[in-house]
């Protein structure tokens, strides 16, 4: 396994967020949710386990000056890709495969030229599983 410099915080494929490349990744939450469903009947209701759900990834970058834009536009083009990525972290922690859900960009620090001077991306992955496949690494 290849593991990432030290100053870079994640990679999905060979795309990689770090204070080196102007666009790090400045703090994630990941969801998992277990598989059960509720049952309201009247005079008994209960719970029964079903499938676990897809977990769901959402990562918050900065990027800053004229990097951000570029940064954001790569990403969307993953996304409109469909590209199916692997995640791994600075650890050499394998994360699992995921799919690119949504990228939002937003503009900060707008100066005379309307460049922005700060760029926060944020982007939301949703755990990729095939049929027979167990859940996400991520645990």
């Known amino acids: 396994m290849e593991y990432l410099a030290f100053n870079e915080h994640l990679a999905l494929d060979e795309h990689v967020f770090s204070v080196k490349?102007?666009?790090?990744?400045?703090?994630h939450s990941y969801?998992?949710?277990?598989?059960?469903?509720?049952?309201?009947?009247?005079d008994c209701p209960r719970q029964d386990p079903t499938a676990n759900p897809?977990?769901?990834?959402?990562?918050?970058?900065?990027?800053?000056?004229?990097?951000?834009?570029a940064e954001a536009e790569a990403l969307r083009a993953m996304a409109k890709a469909h590209k199916v990525v692997q995640a791994t972290d600075s650890?050499?922690?394998?994360?699992?495969?995921?799919?690119?859900?949504?990228?939002k960009t937003s503009y900060t620090k707008i100066i005379d030229s309307g460049q922005a001077?700060?760029?926060?991306?944020t982007l939301t992955l949703k755990e990729y599983r095939q049929r027979n496949e167990s859940t996400s690494k991520a645990k």
């Open 117 to 121: 001077q700060i760029v926060k991306i």
């Open 54 to 69: 897809l977990d769901n990834w959402t990562l918050n970058l900065v990027a800053f000056k004229g990097s951000g834009e």
């Open 91 to 103: 650890k050499g922690k394998n994360w699992g495969t995921f799919t690119i859900r949504n990228v």
């Open 31 to 42: 969801e998992t949710s277990s598989g059960w469903s509720d049952f309201d009947a009247i």
């Open 21 to 27: 490349q102007s666009n790090p990744l400045e703090g």
